[in-house]
């Protein structure tokens, strides 16, 4: 159970909706931090002042950009950081890196610091050359390589001169640091932002992102998010679909050079961009005429990506992720593409049920409210298509859920909802639903839709029911003064004294959170019927404690 607070000023509250994710106490006033030094030696406070003042002049000097780049992860990819600069109206990449390149190390990461004089916007470029490699992130393989063997999954490759990833971002202003991937996907982004508009303002480029999420079916902001490394899940504790679907949808790309079309991953990456940059798109097919980077082809990789994956992993929370990304990546696929049709004679056969074999006619009642439309004598009744599937669900212990399934179809339906290949008795409408959901109801389901031409099995989804836990984050400002106004470095901040309990005038129990970057804790396994409240200070190097802030409270009611 999560909870967002937010506390705009010492001892005022703010609810906000009950979202699923963690909770947070923002505590935005800044901490003030006890005086300096033993007795205020006006000497050792002006020398503190003085040393705060050379840091964060320092600091200010620098940005840090660190990121990845992921496309398969890129080993000693080549780093270059370019600054965006205003040309007659139109935001340009310039034509001279900020400082000189680097290297991504072997997880494909990156941490460049560059002068943060009068840049606000950039331009990260990852290029190949001799000793560039890239990881096979698809399970059936990434085509040959120079020596005519398959390139498995897991295994490293090299890469043509050609090959190129961007990505770009403006509001660099103020910020000390920055972290952002380098994907195909970002790379479509820019090339589109390039060429439109006024080129690479902050306007365009966003808009761009929002253009590649948009075509690819990724939620909104998913360009932003830390694509995992596909070939390692099982060093992940858990994964959310949007990453995932990320991170696959990239692989898809590379799994375009199985096709005879392509030769190698940079043609792929280079035609799509190409084409994205003219038009703001990817055509839904190829027509036949060229070769071209189309929606269907990568939905379909995607697919088979998400399905091959499964085998590949232990966590079961992942892959009950991966059977979501898996089934929304095939739906995308049927609805773009022309060739996708259901196999009438497979489907007037008896079907397989999941776990198990059935093949008597499906039991359970019809719901006249759910029929198609009535057939007209000698009319023939078609086989049904299912026009939207089950999805996956995670939800929590004693909460709701459904799963519904959609049909296109003449004739009387008949549904017949099974549970781990097991039919359900009663559950014969086109939703299936749980008042309160509990362990025993996790499984993989799938409903059997049928009419007099036959019976269609819909896809697997799976209802994965998790335990409640009650948790609060503790969140904080790090603190720029001391009680006596004077200014207070970074470095000779120890770390925080959070003190705590279930009444506010007795908060017993103390814990220091160690480190002068720290800005949250979390508290967790929470009691929810008990309101508990929360006051921080700061300590400094010579152990001397500030003042502690006005006391903020948390409760689940």
């Known amino acids: 159970m999560f909870l967002n607070v937010v506390v705009s000023s010492w001892g005022v509250l703010v609810r906000q909706s009950s979202i699923r994710s963690i909770g947070i106490f923002a505590l935005s006033s800044l901490l003030i931090a006890c005086s300096s030094g033993s007795g205020g030696d006006s000497t050792t406070g002006s020398t503190s002042q003085s040393a705060a003042s050379e840091v964060d002049t320092q600091d200010t000097n620098k940005i840090s950009i660190k990121g990845g780049a992921i496309k398969g992860v890129i080993e000693n990819g080549v780093v270059r950081i370019f600054s965006i600069e205003s040309e007659a109206g139109l935001f340009r990449k310039s034509l001279i890196p900020l400082g000189d390149a680097e290297r991504t190390d072997a997880n494909g990461q990156f941490d460049i610091s560059i002068p943060a004089d009068a840049v606000n916007a950039i331009v990260v470029e990852i290029t190949a050359d001799a000793g560039t490699r890239m990881t096979c992130d698809v399970v059936n393989g990434c085509g040959l390589d120079p020596q005519g063997s398959a390139i498995a999954f897991g295994e490293t490759f090299s890469l043509n001169s050609d090959f190129i990833l961007e990505a770009a971002y403006s509001g660099l202003q103020d910020q000390k640091a920055l972290t952002l991937y380098v994907t195909p996907l970002t790379h479509l982004a820019v090339s589109f932002a390039k060429e ?148 009438p004679a497979q489907s007037q056969e008896s079907v397989p049920a999941v776990g198990g074999n059935i093949t008597t006619e499906i039991g359970g009642g019809v719901d006249e409210s759910e029929q198609a439309p009535s057939v007209a004598p000698g009319e023939p009744v078609n086989v049904l298509t299912i026009s939207s599937q089950p999805g996956s669900v995670v939800v929590d212990v004693n909460k709701g859920a459904q799963l519904s399934v959609t049909v296109q179809g003449n004739g009387v339906i008949h549904y017949q909802w099974r549970k781990d290949g097991v039919a359900l008795n009663g559950e014969n409408s086109s939703t299936l639903s749980f008042d309160s959901v509990t362990k025993n109801d996790a499984g993989i389901y799938d409903v059997l839709v049928s009419n007099e031409a036959g019976q269609v099995p819909s896809l697997a989804a799976t209802l994965s029911v998790e335990d409640v836990v009650y948790t609060a984050q503790l969140s904080w400002n790090i603190p720029s003064k001391r009680q006596d106004g004077s200014s207070l470095a970074l470095n000779e901040i120890a770390g925080y004294m959070v003190a705590y309990g279930t009444s506010p005038e007795n908060l017993s129990s103390q814990l220091m959170v160690g480190g002068a970057q720290s800005t949250q804790y979390p508290f967790e396994n929470l009691d929810p019927s008990k309101t508990y409240y929360f006051k921080i200070a700061t300590v400094d190097v010579n152990d001397i404690q500030g003042e502690f802030s006005d006391v903020v409270m948390k409760s689940f009611m």
């Open 196 to 343: 439109h508009g006024d080129g690479l303002s902050e306007d365009s480029i966003n808009e761009a992102y929002a253009l590649v999420e948009d075509t690819l079916n990724l939620s909104k902001g998913s360009l932003q998010l830390p694509p995992p490394d596909l070939t390692k899940l099982d060093l992940y504790e858990s994964l959310s679909g949007d990453e995932l679907q990320y991170a696959i949808m990239s692989a898809s790309f590379l799994a375009m050079v199985n096709m005879p079309d392509w030769g190698s991953v940079d043609e792929v990456i280079n035609s799509a961009a190409e084409r994205f940059a003219q038009s703001g798109g990817l055509p839904d097919e190829n027509g036949g005429v060229i070769s071209e980077v189309t929606l269907d082809d990568l939905f379909y990789q995607a697919s088979d990506i998400a399905s091959d994956l499964q085998s590949t992993v232990g966590n079961e929370q992942i892959i009950v992720e991966l059977i979501s990304v898996e089934s929304s990546t095939d739906m995308y696929y049927q609805e773009v593409s022309s060739l996708y049709i259901d196999d």
